[in-house]
């Protein structure tokens, strides 16, 4: 995990948020590669789950939503860590994750105060006034987004049922503590859907929704052996879950939640409708059914766990070679471009040439003219580049380059016009 992290760093991949202050606990800044490898992954989960499917239907919401939405959901009430405090160092845990007959973990003592719930929301205020009218929330789930426009899309579109509404965007939670790299962080993105089905067609549509999930997880180069369904049993599910699994991976810290699938029958919605006095319900095409109010399943999948399981896996020690072995489709940079040597005017000018063909035919590529060709084939492999093409004397006679294979290391001598 450090090496991982370190790499995350060195690389400009992931930096700590604010690092220049002295950072902000639970907040993480992209660099320029891992900018281009968070959106290469939301951007393919977007694909695959919404453009090439006929049943889906994006949305982006506002983050900062009427604070009725919050209270609908549950979330006002209940979303809430307990949380413990040292009372002579002031140091503050979750209660659920350390035992208090234990010592203070930081100062040594045992004087604990009582346990309370702790409200994991960050609030905020809307407009110049600052009073209890005016509190509203930082998202803490993408969710409820997607529940406050069902009826905007059933208005704008009358699909038929099954159908779902994904979102992807930030959410914010004010853990208590924030812990393993981007793993827990305050500040993250969520990629979710909500799958709206008749009540008596649930479970199979779960079923095809756990499949989905597994070939997404395929495609981000994810092994099917760390995955694993954790049935949540009934006295761990929220009381209007009929079923839920999390779907858990082996993370370097651990055999943790990646992402979760539940079946969250008509709770929303009758919330929803409850708190707006709008109705929800579904009016079938058949006109012999009676109207009703959808049930609902929802994948749940966080961005950040997603990339520290790609990362994870990406991983690759082989000798004194160390390369993350991406899926090309999400790797941040397609391909280095470098002339054999830097001092060779004709060299450069054919690579700049190769570079710039590249570039516009719309290929994420990288230049690089520094050290030998060996020192440059392993700062790509580091930072997971399919390809490295190197420009050489045999290019200027007869138009070819060779390129250079990440993961077998092979090189190949290949047309230029070939190589896009
Ligand atoms: P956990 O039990 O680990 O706190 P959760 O069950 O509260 O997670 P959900 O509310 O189901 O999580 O959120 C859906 C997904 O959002 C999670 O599976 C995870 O991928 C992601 N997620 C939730 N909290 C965080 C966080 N603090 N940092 C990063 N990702 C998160």
């Known amino acids: 995990m450090e090496e991982i992290v370190s790499l995350c760093k060195r690389r400009g991949f992931i930096y700590q948020g604010s690092e220049i202050y002295g950072g902000l606990a639970g907040t993480w800044d992209y660099g320029p590669l891992g900018v281009e490898l968070k959106r290469n992954v939301m951007n393919a989960w977007w ?90 929330y930082l998202r803490p789930e993408t969710a409820q987004g997607i529940f406050t426009n069902y009826k905007n ?21 004010n853990e208590i503590s924030p812990r ?7 500040e993250f993105e969520q990629m979710e859907i909500e799958y709206f089905v008749d009540p008596e067609a649930w479970s199979e549509n779960f079923d095809k929704l756990l499949a989905d999930i597994y070939k997404f997880l395929d495609q981000m180069g ?7 369904e954790l049935e949540v049993p009934e006295a761990d599910r929220a009381h209007y879950s009929k079923r839920t699994i999390d779907i858990e991976f082996d993370f370097p810290i651990g055999r943790e939640e990646l992402l979760g699938l539940a079946y969250r029958t008509d709770f929303d919605l009758q919330n929803i409708a409850r708190e707006s006095g709008k109705s929800m319900e579904y009016r079938p095409k058949d ?4 109207p009703f109010v959808p049930h609902v399943i929802e994948p749940s999948f966080g961005v950040e766990r997603l990339i520290m399981a790609i990362l994870t896996t990406a991983y690759t020690q082989d000798g004194d070679r160390t390369y993350l072995k991406l899926p090309k489709s999400i790797a941040p940079v397609e391909k280095v471009v470098s002339p054999l040597l830097k001092n060779k005017p004709e060299l450069v000018s054919k690579a700049c040439e190769v570079y710039d063909s590249l570039k516009t035919a719309g290929q994420k590529v990288m ?15 580091e930072i997971g580049v399919p390809e490295c093409i190197v420009v050489d004397f045999t290019t200027l006679e007869d138009d070819t380059i060779t390129i250079r294979d990440r993961d077998t290391t092979e090189q190949k001598r290949v047309k230029i016009s070939e190589i896009s």
């Not at 994810?222 to 694993?228: F, L, R």
């Not at 006109?287 to 009676?290: G, I």
């Open 47 to 136: 694909r695959f789950f919404v453009e090439q499917r006929d049943d889906m239907y994006g949305v982006d919401a506002a983050i900062i939503m009427n604070p009725k939405t919050w209270v609908a959901s549950g979330h006002t009430a209940t979303f809430s860590d307990p949380l413990v405090e040292c009372k002579n160092c002031h140091s503050r845990f979750r209660a659920d994750k350390i035992d208090l007959n234990d010592k203070c973990p930081v100062c040594g003592q045992k004087d604990w105060s009582e346990v309370r719930q702790f409200n994991m929301m960050f609030e905020t205020n809307v407009g110049p006034v600052k009073d209890d009218k005016s509190t509203a």
């Open 153 to 173: 899309v059933l208005d704008s579109f009358y699909p038929d049922l099954p159908f779902g509404i994904a979102q992807t965007g930030k959410a914010f939670r």
């Open 180 to 186: 393993d790299f981007i793993f827990r962080s305050r």
């Open 222 to 228: 994810i092994p099917k052996d760390k995955i694993h």
């Open 287 to 290: 006109t012999s059914k009676q």
């Open 367 to 381: 230049w690089d003219d520094s050290g030998n060709i060996g020192k440059r084939y392993a700062k790509a492999d």
